[in-house]
């Protein structure tokens, strides 16, 4: 990945470390939340103190019916709250009863919104108590159908909306954040939102979401986050049309204006908030996300999750699966359908990972690797009209139209899609695979649901049971012939927020490949052999806080071994270090 990044960089790297792109600055935990145990008094400020009926609406500190009576008493509560004394435990009991009675997953995300904007802590409480049920919601798939429909639900803001308008204020724009101490930031412009295409500022549900799992998942402080939303137009006729719309009424800026408002953002970025707030690009469009990555990579601490946490995911599972389908990873064939920023993304990762176990050179370990774009397998032939991205992926092999003939033509160990068009993995492709596989690794990874490349029911029915499944987005149990299937999700969950921790807890200044590497590693080694005999190849959620701690221990270690980690010294244990630096949604007692 790194090395493609370089060549769109004239050679440059992201451990090239030049004075001229460094600014003083970082962030401070001001109150001592991160430090403080729960036990300890904390003064809830805002402002200035929070207290009567302002302090029941700021939901950073309100607790509702869990306000003790000397607090009720102490911050001019009485006669605000019914008598009523109650428990967090309960308050969680009662929410999660009432979100159960909904049939409708985005009545379910409304409500977690809405809980989340009156009262913080007791809504990353039901998350992370309740993770594998409420991450499809808060997450994909639901949050997908949220995107599409947030003009119509939009009811108080979250996050900054930077459009056209701001051009030449973006600085300005980033101060009226009420916050100061930003360590993630999280941004779309909206043009490729999942699998649904160009959301314009409706995308803005996917940088909310990203961040609750931030810190729901991995531990990131809350008000250490920032959903940004670039906006500069939609393309989508749809919403240009809708009276509802809530963002630019104009067709998208390309090119040069485009390029300016980003680069105006990133700087002001860097000179609001410092040289280590982590920037995560989100859903950009193929042609921008690569522009973006290298030009921001040696520069800021920059992270495209569709490119470099579904890659990390995907080789986690990959080399994961290997204890059930055999043999090394350089002993297997991959073919991919789909060859976008997600394709070229895994591709490259799966190279850097089986030329570092072998010592081949990359360029040798790519053509175990094959890509299937609309036009058919990518083949030299097609060098000169291809993407930049896409052409370390051209081999020798005359031009094949369609995938069931590269699946015949390459006879792949291992079929990946994330070609974001649903229902494209057929029966006789999964058949095919299976034909020269004894167990096959097929892997469907588009988002939402609706777009998955084949379901959990017809991959183990068409494999006749012998395959070992992962997707993208959560398909339930199956039983094939007596055995009960549990599939794996090879959702991007499992990475980012521990790979975001691991950057913070070390106070890294760039992010590289080695990085990524060390994030797969360690999630790989999270699934047990109880996980194994069930057919996964993904640890289960209930986990998450832990796999996340020995995700960010293991990247922070090589940021400290490849020089560019500033926190220093070095925590002697990075894992209770990581776990230590986690947020609590546990209620604090008030002065």
Not at 555 to 578: D, I, Q, S
Request: aromatic share 8%.
């Amino acid at each position: 990945m790194e090395s493609t990044l370089k060549e769109m960089r004239g050679g440059e790297s992201v451990l090239d470390l030049s004075p001229k792109a460094t600014v003083g600055g970082g962030v401070e935990d001001v109150y001592g939340e991160d430090f403080a145990t729960e036990e300890q008094l904390v003064t809830p400020w805002t402002y200035s103190v929070a207290s009567g009926y302002s302090l029941l609406r700021d939901p950073h500190h309100n607790k509702g019916l869990a306000f003790t009576e000397k607090e009720r008493d102490s911050h001019y509560l009485l006669g605000l709250l019914p008598p009523a004394v109650v428990t967090q435990q309960l308050q969680e009991k009662k929410l999660m009863d009432n979100l159960r009675k909904y049939e409708v997953p985005l009545q379910k995300y409304m409500a977690m919104m809405e809980l989340q904007e009156r009262n913080e802590r007791l809504f990353y409480k039901l998350l992370i108590d309740n993770v594998e049920e409420l991450l499809p919601i808060v997450y994909t798939p639901t949050v997908g159908e949220a995107c599409q429909k947030y003009g119509s639900i939009f009811r108080r803001p979250q996050g900054l909306y930077i459009s056209l308008k701001e051009k030449g204020k973006v600085l300005d724009v980033l101060k009226n954040w009420p916050e100061r101490n930003i360590q993630v930031i999280v941004v779309t412009d909206g043009e490729r939102i999942l699998g649904l295409g160009d959301l314009g500022c409706q995308g803005m549900g996917i940088p909310v979401g990203k961040l609750s799992l931030y810190t729901a998942l991995g531990g990131v402080r809350p008000s250490a986050g920032l959903p940004v939303t670039i906006d500069v137009g939609t393309n989508n006729e749809q919403l240009l049309k809708d009276e509802f719309y809530i963002g630019l009424r104009q067709r998208r800026a390309t090119a040069q204006e485009y390029a300016d408002l980003l680069h105006e953002f990133m700087s002001a970025v860097k000179q609001n908030y410092g040289e280590k707030v982590l920037i995560q690009f989100e859903d950009f469009a193929n042609h921008n996300a690569f522009t973006l990555l290298a030009k921001y990579g040696t520069t800021h601490l920059v992270f495209n999750d569709d490119i470099q946490g579904t890659a990390s995911v995907v080789l986690a599972g990959v080399v994961a699966a290997l204890k059930l389908i055999g043999g090394t990873l350089a002993d297997h064939k991959f073919l991919f359908l789909g060859a976008g920023e997600a394709g070229t993304g895994i591709a490259e990762l799966i190279a850097l990972e089986m030329s570092k176990q072998t010592k081949i050179p990359v360029e040798e370990t790519r053509k175990k690797i094959w890509l299937v774009d609309s036009k058919g397998l990518i083949v030299n032939s097609r060098k000169e009209s291809l993407q930049h991205f896409k052409k370390p992926w051209a081999h020798d092999h005359e031009p094949v139209k369609d995938l069931l003939g590269a699946v015949k033509a390459i006879k792949p160990t291992v079929l990946i899609g994330s070609s974001g068009v649903g229902r494209t993995f057929t029966k006789e492709i999964i058949e095919t695979v299976t034909s020269f596989n004894e167990k096959p690794l097929i892997m469907a990874l588009s988002n939402p649901t609706s777009q998955s490349e084949c379901t959990a029911e017809e991959a183990y029915t068409w494999s006749q049971g012998r395959a070992i499944f992962a997707s993208g987005s959560p398909f339930d149990p199956f039983e094939y012939n007596g055995k009960v299937f549990v599939p794996g999700q090879a959702n991007n969950a499992y990475i980012f927020p521990g790979f975001g921790l691991g950057l913070v807890i070390s106070g890294a200044i760039r992010v590289h490949d080695d990085m990524l590497l060390a994030a797969s590693e360690a999630l790989a080694k999270q699934v047990s052999d109880e996980n194994y005999n069930k057919g996964l190849i993904y640890p289960p959620f209930s986990n998450i806080r832990k796999i996340s701690a020995n995700i960010a221990a293991n990247v922070a270690a090589k940021a400290y071994e490849l020089g560019v980690a500033t926190r220093l010294p070095r925590p002697a244990n990075l894992v209770k270090y990581a776990e230590s630096c986690m947020y609590s949604p546990v209620y604090r007692s008030y002065r």
